[in-house]
């Protein structure tokens, strides 16, 4: 590919793409049209050299914000993006699409960023802020209260979950749990019920549409140790295992300020927890970005792409291409706040391999 072309692309590109496309020109420094810090370009440049060698990196690159906003394409990340497809149609590098949405299923994902990028993604290609939950297989056969919204037993299922309970099917079971909205409220009291078997874990997805009887529900399982039609004099501590994923606090759509994410969910069932009980809400996993688990599971993927593709050299780095915006501060000081039990989640990762931590490519504007 000529370089005067891709020059191109680099003035074109604006945020955190002109820092991809000015990797890709082989520029070092600061990139023209813009002051954006580049770092290493050697590797990059080389897959556009006549030599074409294999490359020794791969990308993570995030979706919302930076390749689509809300369900618009971005023009220049299109482009950018463009470049980095060979006249086969084939990536020249291994790359993994990441996003913190979680109420979508992977495939359906896949076929969405597929119509929009004019490429064939493939599901495994796509990290959804659940995706890492695959690895917690040991708690895969527990019965799990899930909270979140859209396909929630399907996409519970794909993780590996076997026994599932919504908040709804909760509900449903235990009437007078959900006492906030008055046309919900039961007309008359039903019997209690001894026949529901105890819930052994919380499994939160995603951001729910009824957060009051969400935080409501999730609450009365926590505090009676999964037997919410019952009451215990003292709330067990530690208490049942908690996974979630998305830590986002804000994120970016159409709307010209960002909009309340996962993480604002969890900060308030943290903040009712702790006021209640006294106690700190832990987890036993929490995953999506910035979580350095999500990470270690993208860079597995990356690895098992270029294996599959026959390039032998080893990845040595992967480049985060990110968004930069105020919402994305307040999301990482969030996440580093959260309170993990150790964890043993089992991992197909390989033993021997050596772990590789991504480099941030982000913009610098405000």
Known sequence: MAVPGLFAAVRAAPGPWQRVACAAAGF?????????????????????????????????????????????????????????????????VPVVFVTNAGNILQHDKAQEL???????VE?????????PMKLFSQYHGK?????????????????????????????????????????????TTPLPRNDFPAIEGVLLLGEPVR??????????????????????????????PVLASNMDLLWMAE??????????????????????????L???????????????????LIRRQAERRGWAAPIQKLYAVGPHHPSDRHQGSLGSERKLRPSSARSSYRRNATPIFPERIQSQDP
């Not at 930076?66 to 086969?88: D, E, M, S, T, Y």
């Not at 409501?216 to 215990?232: A, C, E, F, R, W």
């Not at 943290?270 to 009980?277: A, D, F, Q, W």
């Open 28 to 92: 070092r420094g600061r990139c023209p049209g813009k002051s954006y810090a580049v770092g290493p370009a050697q590797a990059v440049a080389a897959l556009f050299s006549p030599l074409q060698s294999q490359p020794t990196f791969g990308f993570l690159l995030d979706i919302d914000g930076v390749l689509v906003r809300g369900h618009r394409v971005i023009p220049a990340a299109l482009k950018a993006f463009h470049r980095l497809v060979n006249a086969q149609g084939k990536l020249r």
């Open 114 to 120: 597929s119509a929009l990028l004019g490429f064939q």
């Open 123 to 131: 599901p495994d290609q796509v990290i959804l802020s659940h995706s």
């Open 143 to 187: 019965r799990m209260i899930v909270s979140g919204q859209g396909p929630l037993v399907e996409n519970a299922q794909v993780l590996g979950f076997k026994n599932v309970v919504t908040v709804d099917e909760l509900r449903m079971a235990f009437p007078v749990l959900d006492m906030v909205d008055l046309q919900r409220r039961p007309k």
């Open 211 to 240: 957060w009051e009887t969400s935080l409501q529900l999730i609450m009365d399982v926590l505090l009676s140790n999964g037997n919410p039609g019952t009451g215990l004099a003292t709330a067990p501590y530690p208490h049942l």
């Open 255 to 280: 709307a010209k300020m960002p909009r309340f994410g996962h993480g604002t969910f969890l900060l308030c069932l943290e903040t009712i927890y702790r006021k209640v009980t006294g106690k700190e």
């Open 282 to 300: 832990r987890y036993k996993g929490l995953m999506g970005k910035p979580s350095i688990l999500t990470y270690q599971y993208a860079e597995e």
